[in-house]
Nanobody, 116 residues
Framework: QVQLVESGGGLVQAGDSLKLSCALS????????MDWFRQAPGKEREFAAT????????HYANSVKGRFTISRDNAKNTVYLQMNSLKSEDTAVYYC?????????WGQGTQVTVSS
């Protein structure tokens, strides 16, 4: 069974840092482009960051560029999202996605709450 499980969310203060993890089981992560999305209360899910299968290409939404860093460890079958200088507007459920061609898997999400 293929499963993506996010972890690392929590309640932090504005300006703090948090590191999210997303572990893939049942498949090798090395074949997948990995993305982080987020969904704030009352808003649509939005793209945050993506990383190529090899890890050498990354892309960020303007809202997180310069503050968030996506990385991956294919040996651990895990992708990460390092979030620095958190703002109240970063409050959301964060989801990871694995995508390769028509194959697409989503995690269940992890809540990040930033208090100002």
């Amino acid at each position: 069974q293929v499963q993506l499980v996010e972890s690392g969310g929590g309640l932090v203060q504005a300006g703090d840092s948090l590191k999210l993890s997303c572990a893939l089981s049942g498949r090798s992560i090395s074949s997948y482009v990995m993305d982080w999305f987020r969904q704030a209360p009352g808003k649509e899910r939005e793209f945050a960051a993506t990383i190529s299968w090899s890890g050498d290409v990354t892309h960020y939404a303007n809202s997180v560029k310069g503050r968030f860093t996506i990385s991956r460890d294919n040996a651990k079958n895990t992708v990460y999202l390092q979030m620095n200088s958190l703002k109240s507007e970063d409050t959301a459920v964060y989801y990871c996605r694995a995508k390769s061609g028509l194959d697409e898997f989503w995690g269940q999400g992890t809540q990040v709450t930033v208090s100002s």
